[in-house]
Nanobody, 121 residues
Framework: QVQLVESGGGLVQPGGSLRLSCVASGSIFSLNAMGWYRQAPGKQRELVAAITSGGSTNYADSVKGRFTISRDNAKNTVHLQMNSLKPEDTAVYYC???????????????WGQGTQVTDSS
């Protein structure tokens, strides 16, 4: 059993900052790529940022230069630092981990429950 739990969402003014965190726990053999996705009302879920186990990163064009993804492999944690937030960043943010479990030895994608980020304007 693997769980991903996000935290750090909330209400923020335009131009403000938030830091999201996601902790993976359970029968984890290896935690490979991790990423943050978001889904705004009426829109499809989209990739925001991703990071490999080696630290290579990838960002959506809409957040480049404003968001930074990082990870702490020792703590099975991934963060998303969001600066200069815009109204269009309002969405539910989901953490995804590509994880090899101890029990199966296979790689699966696991998702967190999501955390809401809302522009206060």
């Amino acid at each position: 059993q693997v769980q991903l739990v996000e935290s750090g969402g909330g209400l923020v003014q335009p131009g403000g900052s938030l830091r999201l965190s996601c902790v993976a726990s359970g029968s984890i053999f290896s935690l490979n790529a991790m990423g943050w996705y978001r889904q705004a009302p009426g829109k499809q879920r989209e990739l925001v940022a991703a990071i490999t186990s080696g630290g290579s990163t990838n960002y959506a064009d809409s957040v480049k230069g404003r968001f930074t993804i990082s990870r702490d492999n020792a703590k099975n944690t991934v963060h998303l630092q969001m600066n200069s937030l815009k109204p269009e960043d309002t969405a539910v943010y989901y953490c995804k981990g590509t994880i090899v479990t101890v029990t199966t030895g296979y790689e699966y994608d696991y998702w967190g429950q999501g955390t809401q980020v809302t522009d206060s304007s």
